[in-house]
């Protein structure tokens, strides 16, 4: 990540909860309104963190309300830097698998780390697979 000066930033912790989730998706889509990112940036932005908070309440930390995810969220002009972390076991993201081979196309699971790798510009697990960073820089 570049040394950035951030107009907003949002660190917090919540108990494993999808409407917590909701709330922090809206607080960043707010501040995405305010700013000059494209229609399209914000929809990619949005399908990032739902996929990656979804992972984290429901796979990472099985919606355990006694177990927290740890979200951090930094925003500027020109990049956002989004950090999640469960208290999960972790997965290997490169064992997923790929869910547009036609072996695989059938099953529910597996889409998120591709639409997320997909809809940002750089993103990378920790090696134990409970932490997910990444950024996505606006075009232009």
């Given amino acids: 990540m570049n040394v950035q000066t951030w107009v907003w930033s949002n660190n917090c912790s919540f108990a494993s909860d999808m409407d917590m989730a909701h709330k922090l998706i809206d607080q960043v889509m707010e501040q995405l309104e305010k700013s000059t990112w ?20 429901k796979h990472g930390n099985d919606s355990d309300p006694n177990k927290n995810v740890h979200f951090t969220c930094n925003l500027n002009d020109s990049l956002i830097y989004v950090r999640i972390e ?7 993201p490169n064992e997923v698998p790929d869910p547009t081979d036609p072996e695989h196309i059938m099953v529910a699971s597996g889409r998120g780390v591709l639409l997320i ?24």
């Fill in 38 to 57: 494209s229609t399209k940036e914000k929809f990619a932005i949005q399908m990032a963190l739902e996929e990656s908070l979804v992972n984290a309440v």
């Fill in 86 to 92: 469960d208290e999960g076991p972790g997965f290997d």
């Fill in 117 to 140: 790798k997909s809809f940002v510009t750089k993103v990378w697990w920790n090696e134990k697979g409970n932490v997910i960073e990444f950024e996505k820089e606006k075009a232009g």
